[in-house]
């Protein structure tokens, strides 16, 4: 009778799973990239990266567009122009951003792109270099209650990830 117990508890616990391992239980979001440190480039695009799990979170924007300034704004990403992805890489990611060497990036074997949720964008410091082409800057995002989709995947939440002091406004090259 305890096996039968134990047999009833697993099956219902793990059966509706079927072959799809990311049907079952994924650690948070957030906490996935917790401990990651941010990057960037170009107007901007900030990142982080769990290379353990393939996933790689980036921020996308233009500086002028968004008027960014050195006082904190709250963008709604419905209306923004700015880009949230969630990439998944099959195997290594490589050196997926702000680099121009080309094959040296991994394959991206699912995309999910924000569907709502905010971000709140602040330049730290202003002009650290100012070239007739670049302007860098260090940039603060944070983003919260973040709803992304798939096709013919679960969404993905994450409900705050901050990426903290991020040098960008260079172009790779």
């Known amino acids: 009778m305890k096996k ?3 047999g009833l508890l697993f099956v219902m616990t793990f059966g509706s799973c079927g072959e799809e391992i990311d049907c079952c239980a994924m650690p948070p979001m957030d906490s996935l990239f917790a401990s990651q440190k941010a990057k960037g480039c170009s107007s901007f695009y900030v990142f982080k990266e769990n290379r353990q799990e393939g ?3 980036a921020v996308k924007g233009d500086r002028d ?3 960014l300034s050195e006082m904190a704004q709250v963008f709604d990403l419905k209306t923004a122009d700015l880009t949230v992805e969630l990439l998944k890489f099959e195997g290594e990611i490589g050196q997926y951003a702000c680099d121009d060497v080309v094959g040296d990036e991994g394959t991206v074997e699912q995309t999910w792109v924000a569907a709502e949720g905010q971000a709140t964008l602040q330049i730290l410091e202003d002009s650290i270099s100012v070239q007739s082409w670049e302007t860098t800057y260090r940039l603060q995002v944070k983003l919260k ?3 992304l989709t798939a096709e013919n995947k679960d969404d993905v939440r994450i409900d705050e990830v901050l990426f903290e002091d991020v040098y960008v406004g260079w172009l790779p090259g």
């Open 145 to 147: 209650n973040i709803r």
């Open 4 to 6: 039968l117990i134990i």
């Open 65 to 67: 567009e968004l008027q």
């Open 55 to 57: 996933l790689h979170l």
